[in-house]
Structures are given as structure tokens and as C-alpha cells.
């Protein structure tokens, strides 16, 4: 008899990072519960093309993660769609800018609720099936988590929460669930509002001297998930060096 396939909830999977690291899930053999806000005909396009290729295999699912109670229903939408969940990918995120003196509370909170508190809910709903499948949480932080960004500082904020939070989750999930992150540095540019020569000189900071791809991350997710098990609480910089300038 064929074991089921192992399942994986995403957040913010209809586009960009999120939607690659479904493709090389699916990829992998993984069954997707693929969430997204406001990208509805993007998810149903990626969701529907996955099926196509293994009936049985998605579920879409739309949520606002700024609602706490939106992180228990997915995680039971889930599981009553696929009966199991082996891992969880919090990937979705909010990102504006907050210059000083022009920093409201709604702003902040907003940025927190939707890079930090809502990671935190979801994995404490997803909690109980991940231990029963000794799976693994793995956390889309940022390289400005470590490294401030200008006029950005609630972002920064609510993305070293999340880095906290990774450390403090593996050690309240272990051993039963790996608990890791991934801190991407500049992966997509822009495709308006920020001139080429801006890049360049990103590039001339870069020890790598160039920009990540969709694809690196997403296969270190996959690695995180299915190939690091002897690893816990650690975040992941795929930033091309850029600390170290």
C-alpha cells in the first residue's frame, strides 16, 4: 500500500518566493495547502496547474494572517483536507516602509501581526500534528532581521521577532520538530520604482556580485524540511556575503 504523501501548509504561496518553494515541494512529492490574501487568481493559476500534474495533491486556501484566528483555521482546514501535516513553510509577509517620526501604531502592529505574531499562532495551532509526524517549522525572516534597513525599522522589528521566535520554538518543540529559518538578502528586484543603478550598487556590496534567485531558496527550504536533521533553531543568511561588507 502506498504511504500518503507527506503535507506541507505554506502561507503567502501565490507568487514570488512562496510560489517556488510549492513547486519545488510539489516537486519533492509533498502535498500542498497553499495560502494566500489578497493573491486569489495567482494561487488558483500555481493551484490548479500542481493538480493538473498530481491530481489530489493541493488545497487553496485564503486567509487575512492579520487576524489571529485565521491561524487555527487554516491548520484545521488542513487537516481535515488531508488528514495529516508534516510541515510548516511561514513564509507570508507584509513590507512597507516606517520613517521615523512618521511611525503610527496601526503600522507597527500591522507589520508585527503579519511577520511575527502570525508565524507564532500558526505554529502553535500546527503544533500538536507536527510532533505527531516529527516534522520540521521553517521561518522566512530577512537579512534586514540583523542588518537595519532605512526608514524601515517596524519591518526590521517584526522580521528579529521572527528570528526569536525560531530559537525559541525549536526548544519548546524539541525533539520532536525541527524548528529552522532562511534569511534572504536581495533575491527579486523590483520591477519598478528602484533605478538600475541602484542594483549596481547593490551588486558592488555583495561579495557574490549578484542577486539570489527564487530557486536557491526554495531549496533550502527543501533542504531544511527534508535533509537537516540534525539541525534546529538556526537561521540561514542567503544573502550573497553582504554581512560581511
Known sequence: MTAPARVVLITGAARRIGAQIARTLHAAGWSLALHAHHSSDALNTLGFALEQARPGSILALQADLSDPASAEELVHDTLAHFGRLDALVNNASNFFPTPLGQISAAAFDSLMAVNARAPLLLSQAAAPALQRQHGAIVNLTDLHATTP?????????????????????????????????????????????KPEAARLALMQRTPLARLGTVEEVAEAVRWLIEDASYLTGQTLGLDGGRPLT
Open 149 to 193: 534597513k532605512r526608514e524601515h525599522a517596524a519591518y526590521c522589528a517584526a522580521k528579529a521577532a521572527l528570528a526569536m521566535i525560531t530559537q525559541a520554538l525549536a526548544l519548546e518543540l524539541a525533539p520532536q520538530v525541527r524548528v529552522n529559518a532562511v534569511a534572504p538578502g536581495a533575491i527579486l528586484w523590483p520591477e519598478e520604482g
